[in-house]
């Protein structure tokens, strides 16, 4: 049976998106942030505790791990989709990839990468948001009540700064939410120091 693999470069991060994996997965989504140097056993790991703090054998080998991960979703999940969701994987985990693809219908994977795997039929580049669209998510994060309450120069420069990526504009807007303008400036004058965002 094939699988079902979509890789998108930057983050899925788009309303839309959220809601109609929401819709269709349900409870039946498990996120697992990638790191640069991979453990498929711990990862598998973190998979199975995620659902109500399941305890979890130590696995044998990598194989094993998989196993019992295969297992755990045709006994726990049953025959309703489900969705692993495989966060900032990075160039050359390709292999990893393919240890998650399990022969259980109604199950997919979604990896989210800054990098383009090209062995993989479905990828899709997400564009960087555009300076209006971008001003929009991020004043929905940093504005909640919609109350501007630091100069809208400053919003601007920060927004300019978050290069139209829906990650940065979520985290920086979440992060000078009900902050003093004085934060605000603090942080375009390190941006603009070379420190990152």
């Known amino acids: 049976m094939p699988q079902t693999l ?13 809601i109609f994996f929401i819709g269709k997965y349900g409870n039946n989504i498990f996120f697992q942030i990638v790191s640069r140097s991979p453990n498929l056993q711990l990862m598998v790991q973190k998979v199975i505790q995620s659902n109500k703090n399941q ?11 998989i196993y019992q991960l295969e297992q755990f979703f045709l006994r726990q999940i049953g025959p309703a989709p489900m969705l692993l ?57 940093a504005f909640r ?12 420069e920060v927004v300019r700064s978050c290069s139209g990526s829906p990650l940065a504009l979520i985290v920086v807007g979440r992060s000078l939410y009900r902050q003093p303008e004085d934060n605000w400036i603090r942080t375009v004058q390190n941006w603009s120091q070379g420190q990152s965002i």
């Open 85 to 141: 969701v495989m966060d900032d994987m990075w160039s050359g985990s390709e292999s990893l990839i393919e240890h998650f693809l399990l022969p259980i219908h109604g199950y997919k994977i979604l990896v989210t990468s800054r990098f383009v795997f090209p062995r993989f039929q479905w990828t899709y580049k997400l564009n960087m948001l555009n300076y209006q669209d971008a001003m929009s998510l991020f004043r929905h994060y």
């Open 145 to 156: 009540d919609a109350v501007c309450t630091v100069q809208k120069h400053l919003v601007g």
């Open 55 to 65: 305890q979890v054998s130590i696995f044998e080998n990598d194989e094993d791990a």
């Open 6 to 18: 979509v890789i998108i470069s930057f983050m899925i991060l788009y309303l839309d998106y959220l």
